[in-house]
């Protein structure tokens, strides 16, 4: 096995990665990833704290990373958060839209401010990513990389998370038609499709029942573990291990999409 082979393919030294959502269990198991590919991550998110301490974490690795604050629910800040990444680091080569909420009830109880949240949170702050750093990656002359964070809903019905599930076919729709739109500006976008993994938004949703039935339905019968996801987001962000995929929606689901009965 060649070292040089894998930098070649797999190394992100010299560039920055923003990652939104950053501060949570999967946005920051991906910043490091991406740090230890060689990347400087900046963790954003709305928790300064979370945010800080995952710097920590990847500095203590020997990664580079730093904190910036940004609420998805606003244009202005996405806007704001790219503009203090640029001045701090010179440009964004990647950007993965990470931040997400969830929201689960019977359909007839879903109520309409929830319904709303969700679907600012989880997709139109991704389009506002994708235009407002689509922007500045169609001006760098080696382009850039975008990842939408999406999940195995996105396919399939999961009970009880109506705007979630909504929001997360929208989110893939949404990869392939601004892939379409970004290909000739050397901007790449992709959707990455979590199965299940334990974190802060999910923690309420997943009890014993839903558990069970979870891991009787995923052949690999377990959950994620948040660094499984790092290797698939530095293969679709790289410009050199990625360079020909791009519209494309990459499951990492412990085989919970192949499974029929
Ligand atoms: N955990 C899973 O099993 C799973 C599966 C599929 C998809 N996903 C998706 O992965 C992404 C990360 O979720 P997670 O599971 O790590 O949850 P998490 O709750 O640990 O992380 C989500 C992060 O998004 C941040 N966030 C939420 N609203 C925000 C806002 N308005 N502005 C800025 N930041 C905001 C939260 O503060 C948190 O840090 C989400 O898009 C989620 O839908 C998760």
């Given amino acids: 096995m060649s070292a040089d082979f894998l930098q070649n393919l797999f190394g992100l030294d010299g560039q920055t990665a923003v990652v939104i959502g950053g501060t949570g269990v999967l946005g920051g198991a991906l910043a490091t990833g991406l740090a230890q590919a060689g990347a400087h991550a900046i963790v954003a998110g709305r928790n300064a704290d979370r945010g800080e301490k995952r710097v920590a974490e990847i500095q203590k690795l020997g990664g ?21 990444a640029v001045k701090a680091q010179g440009r964004v080569d990647m ?11 019977r359909y007839f109880d879903v109520k309409d401010e929830d319904w709303d949240r969700v679907l600012a949170s989880n997709l139109t702050a991704v389009h506002w990513g994708c235009q407002v750093f689509g922007r500045h990656m169609a001006e760098l ?3 850039g ?16 998370v109506f705007a979630y599930s909504a929001s997360k076919a929208a989110v ?10 970004f290909a000739p500006l050397k901007v790449r976008v992709n959707a990455l499709c979590p ?16 558990t069970a039935s979870i891991l009787s339905q995923t052949p690999l019968a377990r959950f ?10 530095i293969l679709l962000l790289s410009r050199r291990a990625g360079s020909f995929i791009t519209g494309a929606s990459f499951y990492v689901d412990g085989g919970f999409t192949a499974m029929r009965f």
């Fill in 145 to 160: 990389s975008i990842l939408n964070i999406a999940s195995v809903t996105a396919h399939l019905p999961l009970s009880k």
């Fill in 141 to 143: 002359p080696e382009g």
């Fill in 172 to 181: 893939v729709s949404l990869t392939q038609n601004v892939a379409r739109e």
């Fill in 95 to 105: 950007l993965v839209n990470g931040a997400g909420i969830n929201s689960a009830s």
């Fill in 195 to 210: 199965g299940f993994f334990p974190a802060e938004q999910n923690r309420a949703i997943l009890d014993e029942q839903r």
């Fill in 64 to 84: 580079r990373a730093s904190y910036l604050p940004v609420d998805v629910t606003f244009r202005s800040s996405i806007e704001e958060l790219l503009a203090a």
């Fill in 224 to 233: 994620g573990e948040p660094p499984e996801l790092a290797a698939a987001a």
